[in-house]
C-alpha cells in the first residue's frame, strides 16, 4: 500500500504552533524530513538562494520507481526484469508556507511569486505548505505553467498584470474547502481542480524521469509557455484600453519573435552610452553590471 | 560540518556558484548548482532586470525627466545640474525605440513610476533573455562534489569508499609547502575514472569551476 506524504515527523510540535516570523525554517525542516522519510537525499542551503532545498534520488529512466522506495543501495531497477541503470534525479524546491485564511468554509491560501521565481528548467518545483491542514501541493514548473497557460484568463490574472511586473501580486485563487477537504483554484468563473498535485500525488509527479530524460523538450515548452504568459500585457491604470492593443503587438512583435535582434539591440544601446557616458559614471555602473 | 568542506564551499560561493549541504551526518560531499543559459552557458543572473516592452537591461543610470543628463545611481546629490524645476532623476529604459520613450502616454506612466528600472515599476521582469546572447531558456547544472585530500593512493578507493556515481565531481587537493594545488575529474564512468592520476595543474578553484560550468549539460 502507498504511504502518506506528508508523515508527522516531529511529534512534540504542531506546524500550527509557529507564526509567520518563525515558521519558516521549521517547515523547511519538516519537509526536508520528509522527502528523507522516503528515502530521498535532501541538500539545505550553504549561502542565500532562492532555492530552499534540493532533493535527490537514483530512479529508474523508464518510471518504474515509486516516490517513496528506497534506492540507495541499488544501481538498476529492480522492477520485473527492467534492470535498466539507475539515474539520479534532482528537484529544485522552492518553499512556500501559508496558513490558510478565510471565515467560509471555502478558504484561501495566499502566496505571492514574482518574475525571478520562473526557471526555464522543469526540476524547478514549487512546493506550496498549507501548514494548518498539514497539506502539501507539489507543482514541477512544468505543470504550475500550463495550468495558467492552458487557462488563458486567470494566467492573465496571475502574469499579465502590473502587480506581477512590481513583484507583489498575491495570489488569492487557491482555495481549500473544509467540508469536501478538496483544493481547487476558485475564482468567481473558473474552478480548477488543484487535487493532482496534493500530497503523495504531487510527489508522482516529481519522480517523473521524463523531465530528466527529456529535459531539452520540457526547457522549450516552459521557455514557449514562460514568455506567452508573461507577454500577455494587461496594463497600468493610467493605460487607455486602446493603447494596450497596440502595446500588445509592439510586444508580440518585438520580443517574442527574436532573441537575435534583443542581443543586437542590447549591444548597439550599450555602444551607444558607452560613447555618451564620462569615464567615471561608466566607472562607477560598471560594478553593477555581472557580465561574466 | 567538517571546516575543510566549509572552507571549499565558501571558495564556490565566491564564484556565484550556489552551494548545498546534506541534510544529515554526510560529511563526504555536498552539491554545487548554478542556473545558466541553455545555449551559452552563461551564468543567468535572476536579480538582473530587463524592460518589460524592448528587453533592453538596466544600465544602473539616473535620467533627468528635462535635459537627459545622465549620472550613476550610487549619486548622492538627487537633483540634475541642469536645476530645472521640472526636473525628475528616473531610472529610464536608454533604449530611444522603447515605447516608454516614445509613447506619450506610457512614458508618464513610466516617470511616475520612477522609470523602468525603479525598485516599484511595474515595467520591468528578472532577466528573460540571456545577458550575453539573447536566448530565452535556462537551466541548473549541478555536481555532487567529493573532495580528495590526496594520498597518493588510486582512485578506485576514494570512489568505492564514498560511493561516488557517474556525474558526481571530485576535486583533488594537495599542500606543496603553503600552495594548495588543485585537479579535478568529472566521472563520465566509472570504470574509467578508476585509473585516473592528478596531475595538480591548477592553483585555484576559479579555473576549476569556469571549465566544469562551460561544458553545457
Not at chain 1, 192 to 216: H, P, R
Amino acid at each position: 500500500m502507498e504511504p502518506n506524504f506528508p508523515v508527522k515527523v516531529f511529534e512534540d510540535v504542531k506546524s500550527s504552533d509557529f507564526d509567520k516570523f518563525n515558521k519558516k525554517h521549521v517547515t523547511e525542516d519538516y519537509v526536508s524530513e520528509n522527502f528523507k522519510e522516503f528515502g530521498w537525499d535532501v541538500y539545505r542551503p550553504f549561502d542565500d538562494t532562492g532555492i530552499d532545498l534540493i532533493a535527490s534520488k537514483k530512479i529508474c529512466p523508464k518510471n518504474h520507481t515509486k516516490w517513496h522506495e528506497n534506492t540507495n543501495e541499488q544501481t538498476t531497477c529492480k522492477y520485473n526484469n527492467c534492470n535498466e541503470k539507475l539515474i539520479r534525479i534532482s528537484r529544485f524546491i522552492q518553499v512556500k508556507t501559508r496558513e490558510v485564511k478565510g471565515d467560509s468554509s471555502l478558504q484561501f491560501f495566499g502566496y505571492t511569486l514574482k518574475s525571478k521565481d520562473f526557471r526555464t528548467d522543469p526540476r524547478h518545483v514549487f512546493l506550496l505548505f498549507s501548514d494548518y491542514t498539514d497539506h502539501v501541493l507539489i507543482l514541477p514548473m512544468y505543470e504550475y505553467l500550463t495550468i495558467f497557460y492552458d487557462n488563458p484568463e486567470i494566467g492573465k490574472t496571475h502574469f499579465a498584470v502590473p502587480s506581477f511586473r512590481k513583484g507583489n501580486n498575491k495570489l488569492n485563487s487557491l482555495r481549500f474547502d473544509n467540508k469536501t477537504e478538496k483544493w481547487t483554484w476558485n475564482t468567481q468563473r473558473i474552478q480548477i481542480t488543484f487535487e493532482k498535485y496534493v500530497n503523495q500525488k504531487g510527489m508522482e509527479l516529481i519522480v517523473n524521469s521524463d523531465y530528466d530524460t527529456k529535459l531539452d523538450y520540457y526547457i522549450e515548452k516552459i521557455t514557449e509557455m514562460k514568455l506567452a504568459l508573461f507577454h500577455n500585457y494587461s496594463g497600468e491604470n493610467e493605460v487607455s484600453p486602446s493603447k494596450e492593443t497596440l502595446l500588445q503587438s509592439y510586444l508580440d512583435n518585438q520580443i517574442k519573435q527574436n532573441c537575435k535582434s534583443i542581443k543586437d539591440e542590447r549591444a548597439n544601446i550599450k555602444n551607444e552610452l558607452d560613447k555618451k557616458l564620462p569615464p567615471e559614471v561608466k566607472d562607477s555602473i560598471a560594478k553593477y553590471n555581472k557580465i561574466k | 560540518m567538517n571546516r575543510k568542506i566549509k572552507s571549499i564551499c565558501h571558495a564556490f560561493v565566491a564564484n556565484d556558484i550556489h552551494t548545498y549541504i546534506p541534510d544529515n551526518s554526510q560529511e563526504n560531499h555536498f552539491v554545487i548548482t548554478s542556473l545558466l543559459c541553455k545555449k551559452c552557458n552563461t551564468l543567468w543572473d535572476t536579480s538582473l532586470v530587463e524592460c518589460y516592452f524592448c528587453g533592453d537591461l538596466n544600465h544602473y543610470l539616473y535620467t533627468c525627466t528635462v535635459c537627459g543628463s545622465m549620472y550613476s545611481i550610487t549619486r548622492a546629490k538627487v537633483r540634475c545640474e541642469c536645476n530645472d524645476k521640472n526636473s525628475k532623476l528616473i531610472k529610464a529604459c536608454k533604449n530611444p525605440a522603447c515605447p516608454t520613450n516614445t509613447d506619450s502616454e506610457l512614458k508618464i506612466v513610466a516617470e511616475k513610476e520612477g522609470g523602468v528600472f525603479d525598485r516599484k515599476s511595474s515595467f520591468k521582469l528578472s532577466l528573460n533573455y540571456c545577458q550575453s546572447c539573447g536566448n530565452p531558456s535556462n537551466f541548473y547544472k549541478t555536481y555532487r562534489v567529493f573532495i580528495y585530500e590526496y594520498d597518493g593512493k588510486n582512485t578506485e578507493d576514494f570512489i568505492k569508499n564514498n560511493s561516488i556515481e557517474e556525474d558526481d565531481l571530485i576535486i583533488y587537493k594537495k599542500k606543496v609547502d603553503d600552495t594548495i594545488l588543485y585537479d579535478y575529474l568529472v566521472i563520465k564512468t566509472l570504470e574509467e575514472a578508476k585509473n585516473y592520476r592528478p596531475k595538480f595543474d591548477k592553483s585555484d578553484l576559479k579555473s576549476i569551476i569556469d571549465k566544469i560550468f562551460s561544458q553545457g549539460q
